[in-house]
């Protein structure tokens, strides 16, 4: 079993020497009513090219079913988020705001989820990412997420997703 990455302790992707910002009091907890507001905002500057995610998001935040966690920067500044279904293990949306993106966030968030998905017994996660998101692809193939299928017209908008999967035991 995977350590718990409790707070900041747990990022692995930041970058040498390049600290714009002080991590000594981040961390990532399960979402709360509250951050609602900044997930829809964030979401929205994200996703928007493949559709309208609020009520989706919406959804998925009050389903019993589906984790959201959120990355809070000193306290109180939520930097980004995820959500993921503790029953198949589908990761649903993750994002980092833009401007702090490149500084491990992703990464740490993406390892909680994970430690969360192997509490709760789950081998394999997957998701659905662009065809055309190749940066989100070079996200999730750094981590260790292979392409194993794909999805045409998956989006709202009609793009094609990717499917990829990663085996966490
Ligand atoms: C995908 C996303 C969550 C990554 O978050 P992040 O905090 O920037 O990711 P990290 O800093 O942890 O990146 C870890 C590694 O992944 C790779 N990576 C991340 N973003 C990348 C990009 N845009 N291009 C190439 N490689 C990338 C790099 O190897 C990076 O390590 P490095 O910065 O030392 O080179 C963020 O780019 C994002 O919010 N994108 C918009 C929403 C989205 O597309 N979500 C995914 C689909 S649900």
């Known amino acids: 079993m995977k350590e718990r990455p409790s ?45 309208d995610y609020r009520e989706v998001i919406r959804l998925w935040f009050s389903n019993p079913e589906v984790i959201t966690v959120v990355y809070v920067h000193n306290g109180q500044n939520p930097l980004g988020f995820g959500l993921v279904s503790v029953i198949t293990g589908e990761i649903l949306a993750i994002a980092v705001a833009p401007k702090y993106q490149r500084r491990g966030i992703g990464s740490a968030l993406l390892n909680y989820i994970e430690f969360l998905a192997t509490q709760r017994g789950l081998s394999i996660i997957l998701l659905h990412t662009a065809k055309e998101n190749r940066g989100a692809q070079l996200f999730f193939q750094e981590a260790g997420f292979q392409v194993v299928g794909t999805h045409k017209g998956y989006y709202p908008k009609g793009q094609t997703a990717l499917i990829m999967s990663k085996g966490i035991t």
């Open 7 to 51: 707070n900041v302790d747990c990022l692995s992707g930041e970058r040498k020497g390049e600290r714009t910002y002080d991590k000594q009091r981040d961390l990532i907890r399960l979402a709360i009513d509250g951050d609602l507001g900044f997930i829809h905002e964030l979401s929205s500057e994200a996703f928007s090219i493949f559709g």
